[in-house]
């Protein structure tokens, strides 16, 4: 029989708050409950913004809570090279294209059709999805580009990802906390157009190296905030795509901060470090968020 595995994936790019307290402690409560494993995974990609004084926070703040995982703790930005095998098979197979628009091109462009009175699709999250003029770039010029060094990111070419795609593209979504029921999503990965896979200098996505690690690592529950769940279905696609294994997926609620807003790493009140200062204990945090 294979263990249930489950993961936390925090990323050390500020501190932890109560939100990431509550997704730590539910995951661990269920890999407990189920006799399973509880890994955690470092999502440290981005190098500016992900620091070494954030992610011994992120560990110091997790021990304090009582969490436990198995080591070694799998540190995303040790496995670039893992991550770049996968792009050059996604390049090969043209699933995806060098996307060379600057920022201000691609708002310079929507706003030019947008003038035309076309409304410019955005995605889930309300930015606006990428033009499609790069995808008409001829091989030579592109090549000429990247030759030059002109910035540029590896985008999926969404048209074609979804023409290849397998024909079911749904997901396996636990309906509570404990993981009782059921249901299937129908993924819909085409609202995100073409999502950055890859960058020129860091040859992964969070959506690339999720599905990588998820598959690498065995995690058969992932157990993570409602604000991932559309974000789904793209890291579904890109499972078909690499003939990758599907865990079940648990979207949690989130935990609104004082105002009632959703958390976000600068509401320093919050943040566990900040609420261990004003004395407040690892039961109180559990009190807080429900897990008790
Ligand atoms: N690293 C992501 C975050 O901190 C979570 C990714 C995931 O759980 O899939 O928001």
Redesign the pocket.
């Known amino acids: 029989m294979t263990l249930l595995t489950f993961r936390f994936?925090?990323?050390p790019n500020g501190q932890l708050h109560l939100g990431h307290a509550y997704s730590a402690l539910l995951n661990q409560r269920l890999a407990a409950a189920a006799g399973g494993r509880l890994l955690l995974r470092i999502?440290d990609i981005d190098i500016t913004r992900c620091t070494p004084e954030f992610e011994a926070g992120v560990l110091h703040d997790l021990k304090w809570l009582g969490i436990g995982w198995e080591e070694p703790v799998r540190r995303q930005s040790e496995h670039f090279a893992q991550y770049r095998t996968v792009l050059d098979r996604l390049i090969a197979e043209e699933l995806v294209y060098p996307a060379f628009m600057s920022r201000s091109e691609i708002r310079a462009f929507i706003a030019g059709s947008e003038k035309r009175g076309r409304d410019w699709p955005r995605d889930p999250d309300g930015v606006p999805l990428y033009p499609p003029v790069d995808k008409a770039v001829p091989v030579r010029e592109r090549q000429r580009r990247i030759a030059e060094n002109v910035p540029f990111a590896w985008r999926l070419d969404m048209d074609t990802a979804m023409a290849r795609a397998s024909g079911d593209l749904s997901w396996t979504e636990f309906t509570d906390e404990t993981l009782s029921g059921t249901r299937q999503v129908e993924a819909r990965p085409q609202d995100w157009g073409d999502v950055i896979l890859a960058r020129r200098d860091i040859p992964t996505s969070?959506h690339l190296a999720?599905v990588v690690d998820d598959a690498l690592q065995g995690i058969s529950h992932?157990v993570?905030?409602q604000d991932?769940f559309s974000a789904t279905g793209v890291q579904r696609l890109l499972q078909d795509m690499l003939g990758l294994p599907q865990p079940g997926y648990f979207h949690h609620r989130l935990i609104p901060g004082p105002d009632g807003r959703k958390l976000s790493k600068s509401f320093g009140d919050t943040g566990l470090a900040a609420l261990r200062q004003a004395g407040v204990s690892p039961d109180d945090v559990r009190r807080l968020v429900g897990i008790t």
């Open positions: 994936a925090p990323s999502e969070y999720v992932v993570r905030g991932l």
